[in-house]
């Protein structure tokens, strides 16, 4: 395509931000009169302020939504903490805090939605050829045909591919032949496929990249099963991590947290009536407390006691370790209820304040079960690199599961969220969780 308007994109997006920060701050104060408009403009401008710091409002391809929206986090917990300084340390303006938690956790959700449809949208009009980038692949023959076929198999990356230099023909011994060849195509980026590397011809691209102000990338022939390795630069040297676990980095650890935090922290203050009935229900309905404590294992093999409101008879386990079945005479009437729409999970909000879970990640089990599952699939310890979750994919997609054979079934759909972690999958885990508990679908 001719014309590209991907640059105004970035602007776009942070006049959406800042109109969406706003709409968030009206939602849960309801009134702008007062002091509203002060707070509503110090919030805006310091949006604008930090967010080119973070840079979240670039548009690389592949558009990866996980980096942004991780980016996205950052900005939002340091203006989080701005703003409750300006608020609770100044005493400037007076704003009752589960509002402004409300406002955030409004903003995430409409930011979330914001983002999801801009990348759809942005892959449509890829997919249609617009808004096109002209790439130009070179160098070894096999790696080039194999970046060639994997672009091909994705137009949303929005790549307008041209005639490939295969490496017999990129006259080696002359760089000024080939800069010509190079600046004939008119390309704005250039991928350089290699299997054994050429020191001077790479130093000839880096500069030539420069100088023309063309994108130059390198491809190597080495293939990877999963997204777990990352580049680490040492000086010069350039090398690949393959993680035996892929675990989350210091910012996106911090990002998670802050999330964390911030939607139990507000779910818990919006919900307390229902936590106060559920509890007395629970109470009255039969003999023993309201909630019940549980040792399960956590981050790193750490023990830790989960909460939830009882849903059996008291001594329920006296024979020993037992998985819930269908028709199971342990449960009460009244934590069948609960049980069916998840309520009796509420409590473990708790735990992700004391960090012991996350809102999302792999279900926390038993060591007793444990031990079990690990002779089975050894693998399952990759999964305490995590924080556990109240609710997870393997959850969502599986289901409760009766026995220990099922528990590995439901193992892999936890595997697949631990090679695909980011802040998109886990909102949209949360509101397919919504649509479980509406439905009555847990057991």
């Known amino acids: 395509m001719k014309h590209r308007y991907s640059h105004l994109l970035p602007g776009l997006t942070l006049i959406s931000d800042i109109i969406l920060l706003n709409v968030a701050y009206c939602l849960a104060h309801g009134t702008l009169s007062g002091e509203h408009p002060r707070m509503m403009l110090i919030k805006t401008l310091c949006w604008v302020l930090l967010s080119p710091l973070f840079k979240i409002y670039t548009t690389p391809r592949p558009l990866l939504l996980k980096e942004n929206m991780f980016r996205f986090s950052e900005v939002l917990c340091c203006h989080l903490i701005i703003i409750f300084s300006l608020i609770y340390v100044t005493k400037y303006f007076d704003v009752l805090s589960y509002r402004l938690f409300a406002t955030y ?8 939605l914001q983002r999801h449809y801009l990348s759809i949208f942005l892959d449509y009009i890829r997919k249609k050829g617009f808004n096109g980038r002209r790439i130009l692949i070179i ?15 994705r137009p949303a990356y929005g790549y307008d591919i041209l005639p490939t230099i295969f490496e017999q023909n990129m006259a080696y011994g002359s760089h000024e032949v080939l800069a010509k060849k190079l600046l004939d195509q008119n390309a704005h980026e250039i991928f350089f496929c290699y299997k054994k590397i050429d020191a001077t011809l790479v130093s000839f691209l880096i500069s030539f990249g420069a100088q023309h102000k063309i994108n130059i990338k390198l491809m190597s022939d080495v293939v990877l099963t999963d997204r777990s390795a990352k580049i680490i630069n040492y000086d010069t040297l350039p090398l690949l991590h393959l993680r035996n676990c892929s675990g989350l980095g210091k910012t996106e650890i911090l990002a998670k947290r802050g999330f964390d935090i911030l939607f139990s922290s507000s779910l818990i203050i919006i919900a307390s009536p229902l936590f106060a009935m559920l509890y007395l229900i629970t109470k009255l309905t039969s003999k023993g407390p309201a909630y019940y404590t549980q040792e399960r294992i956590g981050l790193n093999g750490r023990p830790f006691r989960i909460i939830k409101f009882r849903s059996m008879y008291i001594n329920a386990e006296e024979m020993g370790p037992q998985l819930s079945k269908h028709g199971d005479p342990r449960i009460t009437k009244w934590g069948l209820l609960i ?26 089990e038993r060591i007793h079960f444990i031990e079990k599952i ?14 556990p979750g109240i609710t997870s994919i393997g959850q969502i997609r599986y289901g409760y599961a009766e026995n220990v054979e099922q528990m590995c079934e439901r193992l892999e759909y936890d595997l ?25 679908k847990g057991k």
């Open 105 to 112: 956790l409004v903003f995430i959700v409409l930011v979330s």
């Open 374 to 387: 690990a002779q089975i699939a050894p693998h399952y310890k990759l999964l305490q690199c995590l924080k």
């Open 139 to 153: 160098g070894d023959e096999e790696v080039a045909k194999r970046l060639k076929m994997h672009f091909d198999d």
């Open 339 to 364: 049980r069916k729409t998840r309520l009796d999970e509420l409590p473990q909000f708790f735990n992700v304040l004391k960090g012991e879970m996350s809102v999302v990640g792999p279900r926390p």
């Open 416 to 440: 697949m969220y631990l090679q695909d972690i980011s802040f998109r999958s886990d909102v949209g885990l949360i509101l397919n969780t919504v649509r479980v508990m509406i439905q009555g």
